[in-house]
């Protein structure tokens, strides 16, 4: 079945470093794929998200390619700030209208100032 | 536009006791889905409402729990009787029908749900 796997966490930088988080997937056909973020005591968020090969999500800094080649959809920003500490989510929903929701474990990000 | 909300926040119940959670999506759409985290796991989803339609409960972990959707608006997700493992944060999304790509899911804050 469809799968996502993300790098484990936690992970922690120091402000204004460079991110990446990488995720990668398993799916058949083309599916579309997705950054969540859930900020302390708040609910998940879409963070950006890429529907087909070689698309670039991007928002709040954050950006992401989906590669098909690689199956990889990283998550990357150039300069981190204290208020992007968070758990992320890599999530993809396969082809077909309306889907569920596959996601990877969550990466915990703490930035010290 | 309101967002999706989800009721109660918290839940703390003993072992064997019943609990109900209850997920109001955005006004108008039809895909409801509800989703569990157990003890900083990945999310896993459950199941999956068009209108007041199961589509896909292909998640549900078992006959111990029973989601509804009267009338295609607010859900309920019922555990009885609730199990320790149950404990997790159970979220609900909504989304739009929109052709054949997904649509983006809007999620709720979730219900955090203690078994003890």
């Known amino acids: 079945g469809d799968s996502v796997t993300q790098m484990e966490g936690p992970v922690t930088l120091s402000e204004e470093a460079f991110l990446t988080i990488n995720c990668t997937y398993t799916?058949?056909?083309?599916?579309?794929l997705f950054w969540y973020v859930q900020y302390p005591g708040e609910g998940l968020q879409l963070l950006l998200k890429?529907?087909?090969?070689?698309d670039k999500g991007s928002n709040k800094g954050f950006e992401a390619t989906y590669r098909k080649e690689t199956t990889s959809f990283h998550l990357e920003k150039g300069s981190v700030q204290v208020s992007d500490s968070a758990v992320y989510f890599c999530a993809l929903s396969a082809t077909g209208g309306a889907q569920k929701l596959v996601f990877g474990q969550g990466t915990r990000l703490t930035i010290n100032p | 536009e309101a967002g999706v909300t989800q009721f109660p926040s918290h839940s703390v119940i003993e072992k064997g006791q019943t609990v109900t959670l209850r997920c109001d999506p955005i006004s108008g759409h039809d895909n409801l889905y509800w989703y569990r985290r157990v003890m900083g796991k990945e999310i896993k989803f459950l199941l999956h409402?068009?209108?007041?339609?199961?589509?896909?409960e292909s998640g549900m972990p078992n006959n111990r729990f029973l989601a509804e959707r009267t009338g295609g608006t607010y859900s309920t997700l019922k555990v009885q009787p609730a199990e320790l493992e149950d404990s997790g944060v159970y979220f609900c999304?909504?989304?739009?029908?929109?052709?054949?790509?997904?649509?983006?899911?809007?999620f709720g804050p979730g219900t955090r749900l203690t078994v003890l």
């Open positions: 890429a529907t087909k090969a070689d």
């Open positions: 799916a058949t056909g083309y599916p579309s």
């Open positions: 409402f068009v209108k007041e339609s199961k589509q896909d």
């Open positions: 999304a909504s989304s739009q029908i929109q052709g054949l790509r997904a649509d983006t899911q809007y």
